[in-house]
């Protein structure tokens, strides 16, 4: 039986814990849910040579693959370099054009590489300088999710998600988004699966709606 369980590998957004996942279900007697984790880069290490890192760590042939934000780029570039089943990115973007004109700007004017990634380092000490209660809840938010502080795979990650060079979008890929993901907002249409009052944490707060469709989406002919 075990055999013909069809193995699920999720990946986090940027630097988020694989908790976010936590609430997401599948039927037991088809599927087997495994979270992947962020791994400090290498120096000067590319997406490219991360992601064939990052498939060190998958144990099955032929799995499904998801991905949020960030971690939908990075499973994006790991089927480049294996077979899945499926390929799923939730709340991310299918090419290097759909990425929002701040962060095209910010890449023209290598803007990171000046990001204060070490106040993202320690939030408490952000935390104290946030100006309302707002902002102080997101903050709280974030440490609730948030698994690698590193500065040097922040300043990694915010460096090669805007140097991303995808032109188009990956045949047969599976590309969902909410249509109120307030980061990414240029990912929808062409294909793409839209759930409606989703952000860009619907894989938190729309859970329900992933463990409804995500079945079907993975046994389906696309």
Same mark, same amino acid.
């Given at each position: 039986?075990?055999?013909?369980?069809?193995?699920?590998?999720?990946?986090?957004?940027?630097?988020?814990?694989?908790?976010?996942?936590?609430?997401?279900?599948?039927?037991?007697?088809?599927?087997?849910?495994?979270?992947?984790?962020?791994?400090?880069?290498?120096?000067?290490?590319?997406?490219?040579?991360?992601?064939?890192?990052?498939?060190?760590?998958?144990?099955?042939?032929?799995?499904?693959? *998801?991905? $949020?934000?960030?971690?939908?780029?990075?499973?994006? +570039?790991?089927? /480049?370099? =294996? &077979?899945?089943? %499926? *390929?799923? $990115?939730?709340?991310?973007?299918?090419?290097?054009? +759909?990425?929002? /004109?701040? =962060? &095209?700007?910010? %890449?023209?004017?290598?803007?990171?590489?000046?990001?204060?990634?070490?106040?993202?380092?320690?939030?408490?000490?952000?935390? %104290?300088?946030?100006?309302?209660?707002?902002?102080?809840?997101?903050?709280?938010?974030?440490?609730?999710?948030?698994?690698?502080?590193?500065?040097?795979?922040?300043?990694?990650?915010?460096?090669?998600?805007?140097?991303?060079?995808?032109?188009?979008?990956?045949?047969?890929?599976?590309?969902?988004?909410?249509?109120?993901?307030?980061?990414?907002?240029?990912?929808?249409?062409?294909?793409?699966?839209?759930?409606?009052?989703?952000?860009?944490?619907?894989?938190?707060?729309?859970?329900?709606?992933?463990?409804?469709?995500?079945?079907?989406?993975?046994?389906?002919?696309?």
């Amino acid at each position: 039986m075990e055999k013909n369980i069809i193995p699920v590998y999720l990946m986090p957004g940027m630097a988020a814990k694989p908790t976010i996942f936590s609430r997401i279900r599948l039927p037991e007697d088809q599927f087997k849910i495994y979270w992947l984790e962020w791994m400090i880069p290498e120096d000067n290490e590319t997406l490219e040579a991360y992601a064939k890192r990052m498939i060190l760590k998958i144990d099955h042939e032929n799995p499904v693959l *998801l991905g $949020v934000s960030f971690g939908g780029i990075l499973v994006q +570039e790991m089927s /480049k370099f =294996m &077979k899945v089943r %499926k *390929l799923i $990115v939730v709340s991310s973007v299918k090419s290097r054009h +759909e990425l929002p /004109k701040r =962060m &095209k700007i910010a %890449k023209f004017i290598r803007a990171y590489k000046y990001v204060p990634t070490q106040l993202l380092s320690n939030l408490d000490v952000l935390k %104290k300088y946030a100006f309302n209660e707002t902002v102080s809840k997101r903050i709280d938010l974030y440490k609730t999710y948030l698994a690698v502080n590193d500065k040097r795979y922040l300043d990694w990650a915010i460096k090669e998600m805007l140097l991303w060079n995808q032109e188009k979008p990956i045949d047969d890929a599976i590309y969902i988004h909410g249509d109120k993901d307030a980061i990414f907002t240029q990912s929808f249409g062409d294909d793409c699966i839209i759930v409606k009052g989703g952000t860009h944490i619907m894989v938190v707060t729309k859970y329900k709606w992933f463990n409804k469709h995500l079945p079907e989406l993975i046994m389906g002919a696309k």
